[in-house]
């Protein structure tokens, strides 16, 4: 934990310093106070995202009577997310809502030309400041391993909590919004392909609700086509936030769709590599290269590593494109914005929006799509073996290693239990068994739904506890 601890410290002061000093882009806008907030309460909103979807979905399998007392508001977030589809509505809203989030805080963090803090040599500010790499460590190892270990094993401690229940109603609403239903199109495509029937949930549409689906499909995919056309135009106009390394405006363009494959490829592999664990050894041994990458990922302790490394690769392949997508187009500054367009919505623009929206469908919704459908096909290309031995690399590495001790703190201190204390184990609840402090509160709010339903001075029934 030595040094990793010690690259987190120094990252968090780098970049607060920065911050502090007004050596980033947002702390020239806006007070280097309410830029202090605002990049630590992004960080605690993807922590709650990013352990929460874990949560909702590892809950699925589990009786909500269990915890409908003892855990009111994981069972508020529960019934919501599992009613209906609304589980794969919430993935997809969450998806980019979480991207966004990640654009956002690029957008924070930018350093300025030839920021320095702490009379560092240039070399150690261009690397922690002007590549980025303070605020990405800091994001990784606090706003995504910590809340990720910890929502592994306290689930309904984890999303017992109005922040969650509200994450969780924000990602319903934006996937109504329709801005990424062109992602359906691709799913009824492969599955069409593929020869599978998409399961549902809910009762067929009606011919209103299938007419309002197709126009936000349309819809969706004009935004896609929008965002693709501003991006590439800015590449090309060398009017990004890119990195001025001196390379051609084509080749920040190739760069993009590269990085835009490998996090395709690196957020299919999970959904690919959790979808063949049920496929026979025998029938997985015919295709030996999808074999061989199973065989490396599920070896001893390979796949907690991989899915470690996998997750840090993703992010910082993400703050690489949010680098290089944003716009950075100053307004009221005698420069035409792109497409002549207001300086009210060229602003929109240079929050990086159009780049997370192609990032969470073309770059994720998309490849996890294909990895459902085909995913022998998909593992048994060659480079997933190349990403896998990357990703056991970073994790071997060990510099988000402090995030196992921090986790532990926040446990700590946060009084997480783990599941098995409140609702037992699988094996308990099959056999009818419950966990002891489930049981004991349990029997708590019996009691105090008992003494909430005596009758009143005016001799009626108070119904407050039917009515929670």
């Known amino acids: 934990y030595l040094y990793s601890g010690a690259l987190l410290v120094f990252s968090i002061v780098v970049f607060m310093t920065a911050i502090f000093q007004e050596q980033v882009k947002v702390a020239q806008n806006v007070h280097p106070l309410l830029s202090f907030f605002i990049f630590w309460a992004l960080i605690i ?252 990922t599920f070896f001893r302790q390979n796949l907690q590593a991989f899915l470690i490394g996998r997750q840090i690769c993703v992010t910082i392949c993400m703050f690489a494109v949010a680098r290089i997508t944003t716009l950075d187009y100053w307004i009221n500054d005698n420069e035409r914005n792109i497409f002549d367009l207001p300086d009210a919505l060229q602003g929109i623009l240079n929050t990086g929006l159009m780049g997370a929206i192609i990032t969470t469908i073309v770059a994720s919704l998309v490849w996890r799509v294909i990895a459902s459908s085909y995913p022998v096909p998909f593992l048994s290309n060659p480079l997933v073996y190349v990403i896998i031995r990357l990703c056991l690399l970073v994790d071997a590495a060990g510099v988000c290693a402090v995030s196992w001790l921090l986790a532990m703190i926040h446990k700590h201190v946060a009084g997480y239990e783990p599941d098995e204390v409140y609702i037992g184990t699988a094996d308990d609840r099959l056999g009818g068994k419950q966990g002891l402090k489930q049981q004991e509160m349990r029997e708590q709010s019996s009691s105090d739904l008992d003494l909430e339903a005596l009758p009143s001075e005016s001799g009626s029934f108070e119904m407050e506890g039917d009515m929670a």
């Open 45 to 296: 909103w993807l922590a709650m995202m990013e352990g929460g979807q874990g949560c909702l979905v590892g809950l699925q399998p589990v009786d909500k009577d269990l915890y409908e007392y003892t855990h009111k508001v994981s069972f508020k977030c529960t019934t919501l997310a599992h009613r209906g589809n609304n589980m794969e509505r919430f993935i997809v809203g969450r998806q980019f809502l979480v991207v966004l989030i990640i654009f956002v805080i690029n957008l924070c963090g930018a350093a300025i030309v030839d920021a320095k803090v702490f009379g560092l040599g240039d070399w150690a500010n261009e690397v922690f400041l002007g590549s980025g790499i303070a605020m990405i460590m800091t994001t990784i190892m606090v706003g995504q391993l910590t809340a990720q270990i910890n929502a592994a094993n306290c689930m309904l401690d984890f999303v017992n909590n109005y922040f969650m229940l509200l994450t969780t109603y924000v990602s319903l609403m934006i996937e109504f919004s329709g801005i990424l239903h062109i992602v359906y199109v691709v799913q009824l495509f492969f599955a069409k392909i593929a020869g599978k029937s998409i399961e549902s949930k809910e009762q067929p549409r009606s011919t209103i609700q299938k007419l309002f689906f197709w126009t936000r499909v349309v819809m969706s995919l004009a935004i896609l086509v929008l965002a693709f056309l501003v991006t590439i135009k800015a590449l090309l106009e060398g009017k990004t936030t890119m990195w001025d390394v001196g390379i051609p405006p084509y080749a920040a363009v190739i760069l993009f769709l590269v990085l835009m494959c490998i996090i395709g490829i690196l957020e299919g592999m999970q959904i690919a590599l959790f979808a063949v664990i049920n496929i026979p050894a025998d029938e997985l041994k015919q295709h030996s290269i999808a074999y061989a990458n199973c065989q490396l």
